[in-house]
């Protein structure tokens, strides 16, 4: 296989192009993001994200608005990656101005207004994502591989083109790295290899795909695989079902 490097490399649109955002506004200590300012201020100046709902401890600080934000619960890779709760800050312009038509959209429940959220909580959650991954992590995982320069290309290579039959070789060519090299540095920051997070990334999206009506044929094809029963076999190992049971118990 041949592989032309690409000069630009999106770290989070593949990811985010694979699972659809939901916001609603709800009760205080529901949710899993919440807009917080300062005692007595209306000024949003961090934004406090949990991936379960009703985990937020009390805060000396105001809580301007709590939201519960879906963004492909377990399944998306790179939500179940970040800490189980962290805080960033509001340290420029642009983010404390996304956040102020935010708060005014979810106070004033116009028409129109829950698809509003739905877009600007999708802008936000790119940009906490973003911090995150600019950040890095101390433990292995998502985050810290798309946090490393190198091994962040093979990992959008697979995220971008998951059909693809990838080798190691491919992939530590994109990296810009031998393929010893590429492999134990991948196994490090993940905490798992190439091939194996490929197939979970595969079976996630394949999962989707089903529970969407797909043809399981339809399905094996366009993730690679040379057969219905070598997607059924692939993901009754990862799911301890097959897809037609899966299917079914899905649309019970």
Not at 157 to 164: F, K, L, V, Y
Not at 169 to 177: E, K, Q, T, V, Y
Not at 186 to 193: H, V, Y
Not at 215 to 234: D, F, K, M, N, P
């Amino acid at each position: 296989m041949t592989v032309t490097p690409k000069m630009y490399y999106d770290r989070l649109s593949a990811l985010i192009s694979r699972f659809a955002l939901k916001v609603s506004i709800c009760k205080p200590g529901t949710g899993n993001m919440r807009l917080l300012a300062k005692a007595g201020s209306r000024r949003p100046h961090q934004v406090e994200f949990t991936r379960q709902c009703g985990r937020f401890r009390d805060s000396p600080e105001q809580v301007l608005i709590e939201a519960r934000v879906d963004f492909g619960g377990g399944a998306n890779p790179l939500m179940a990656a970040l800490p189980g709760l962290f805080r960033v800050s509001v340290d420029n312009d642009e983010t404390r101005l996304l956040l102020q038509v935010f708060l005014a959209e979810a106070e004033a429940r116009r028409c129109g207004s829950g698809s509003a959220l739905d877009r600007l909580a999708e802008v936000l959650v790119i940009r906490i994502l973003r911090t995150q991954i600019e950040k890095g992590a101390a433990t292995p995982g998502l985050v810290a591989g798309l946090s490393n320069p190198k091994i962040s290309r093979a990992i959008v290579a697979m995220h971008e083109e998951p059909g693809q039959p990838w080798r190691n070789n491919d992939l530590a060519d994109i990296a810009g790295m031998s393929l010893s090299r590429f492999a134990d540095t991948f196994r490090a920051t993940l905490g798992e290899t190439p091939q194996g997070y490929l197939r979970r990334w595969r079976m996630t999206l394949a999962r989707q795909d089903i529970n969407k009506g797909d043809r399981i044929s339809t399905v094996a094809r366009r993730y690679g695989y040379a057969s219905s029963e070598a997607l059924a076999h692939a993901f009754q190992r990862q799911y301890g079902s097959k897809p037609t049971a899966f299917r079914r118990r899905q649309a019970a």
